[in-house]
Every structure is written in structure tokens, then in C-alpha cells.
């Protein structure tokens, strides 16, 4: 059973630069949740999708945008990068948007972006 | 918006003994659902426990259990026989029981096992 996975693992980009990560949930899992980690903070909520749908969003500029696909993958793409983009970008998935007991996240290894 | 609290940048314990790490929280809410999770230099976020806000049993996995003190919006979590492979960032995560399933960490503690 495969798990949250993420692509690329790294990833090095110049300012002004557009950039896209992707994400697989986990199987059987239909929502994906984003999250922004700068070094030595903890996860910031970005954005989530489910049935492809963009449902909750968290305090980020437009320059970041995500989609979902039919088979429930997402991508994050922040454009117009800037330095403070830097960040390990990681995703989580879950089954549903209810709030069951049992709605856990699953998150991937994260893509490591460094903006310069 | 919730707030989470982690007042312990960095902690250390020795193999074997016990650690308490510390979380506060700050919510209006009344349903809600309390997170710890684990992130190895590996990167990968890793459940540790949760505890749902309306069950007064402390939730307890294996060496690793909590303090929920509701009133006081704390949110402790105690490792005992404490191994090498317990070391790594520690997140207190808040989920509101009414708004989906959003989460807000806490700064992470950062937790050294010596041997």
C-alpha cells in the first residue's frame, strides 16, 4: 500500500521563476492538503482539494495555485517566486472533508524549494 | 484563527528516562482534535497520538502518552523509556471539530536522546 509520495524531492529555482510540485495521496485517500514549512517553523496550511475543487484556503497570495486531478493527485504551483517561497512544501491526504474520528492526515517527504 | 504553542525549542533526555514535551493551545471551539507528530531528519511527518477534545481519557500509545488539560488549553506529551530513535522535531497540531480538517502546527521541539 504506497503511501503520500512527492516529486521532485528537490528542487532549485531563480526569482520571478514559476515552479510546480506534485503530490500522490495515499491509496484510497480523495483529499490532498498543502502545507509550507520554512526551516525551524512549523507546517503552514496552504490550500486543500477535494473532488478536484479547491474547498479550504489558508493565508497565501494568489501566486500559489494547486489543482486536482480525477485520480486525486494534486499539484501546487506558486508563481513569481520570491526568496521567502524557500521552504519544504508538503503534502497530506485524507479521505473525505467530514471531521470523522478517524479523518487522519498522511503526509509525503515533502519537496525541498530553494529560491535564489 | 487557533494558535499553537510549543515553549520548548530544543530537549534533551537521556536513553531510558522520561520527557515531557509542552503544548498551549488557543481556541473558542469547543470541538476540536489535538495532534503529536514526529518529523525524523527524514523529513516525513509522522503521527505519534491525537486526543479528541470531547474525551476526558488521556490518550496513551504505547510509550507515548498525554496530559490533556482542557480548561487550561494544554496539551502535553510524555515519552517514556525514551530510545535513540525517538530523536527528531516534535508538532503539537490543532484540527477544529467544526471548520474541516485545517491544521495548525506549533514551532516544533526539537528532541536530542543522548546515550
Known amino acids: 500500500d504506497a503511501g503520500v509520495t512527492q516529486s521532485p524531492t528537490h528542487l532549485i529555482k531563480t526569482r520571478g521563476q514559476q515552479v510546480t510540485l506534485r503530490c500522490s495521496p495515499k491509496s484510497g485517500h480523495d483529499t490532498v492538503s498543502w502545507y509550507q514549512q520554512a526551516l525551524g517553523q512549523g507546517p503552514q496550511f496552504i490550500f486543500q482539494y477535494y473532488e478536484e475543487e479547491e474547498r479550504q484556503r489558508g493565508n497565501f497570495p494568489d501566486r500559489f495555485s494547486g489543482h486536482q486531478f480525477p485520480n486525486y493527485s494534486s499539484e501546487l504551483n506558486v508563481n513569481a517566486l520570491l526568496l521567502g517561497d524557500s521552504a519544504l512544501y508538503l503534502c497530506a491526504s485524507s479521505l473525505g472533508i467530514g471531521l470523522a474520528d478517524d479523518n487522519e492526515q498522511f503526509f509525503g517527504p515533502g519537496t525541498r524549494l530553494t529560491v535564489l | 484563527a487557533q494558535t499553537v504553542t510549543q515553549s520548548q525549542p530544543e530537549m534533551s533526555v537521556q536513553e531510558a528516562e522520561t520527557v515531557t514535551l509542552s503544548c498551549t493551545y488557543d481556541?473558542?471551539?469547543?470541538?476540536?482534535?489535538l495532534f503529536w507528530y514526529k518529523q525524523p531528519p527524514s523529513r516525513q511527518m509522522i503521527l505519534v497520538i491525537r486526543q479528541e477534545a470531547y474525551k476526558q481519557q488521556n490518550a496513551t500509545e504505547n510509550r507515548f502518552s498525554v496530559n490533556f488539560q482542557k480548561a487550561a488549553k494544554s496539551f502535553s506529551l510524555k515519552i517514556s523509556d525514551s530510545q535513540l530513535g525517538d530523536a527528531a522535531m516534535y508538532f503539537c497540531a490543532y484540527r477544529s471539530g467544526n471548520t474541516g480538517n485545517q491544521f495548525y502546527f506549533g514551532t516544533g521541539t526539537s528532541l536530542t536522546v543522548i546515550p
Open positions: 481556541t473558542s471551539e469547543s470541538d476540536y482534535y
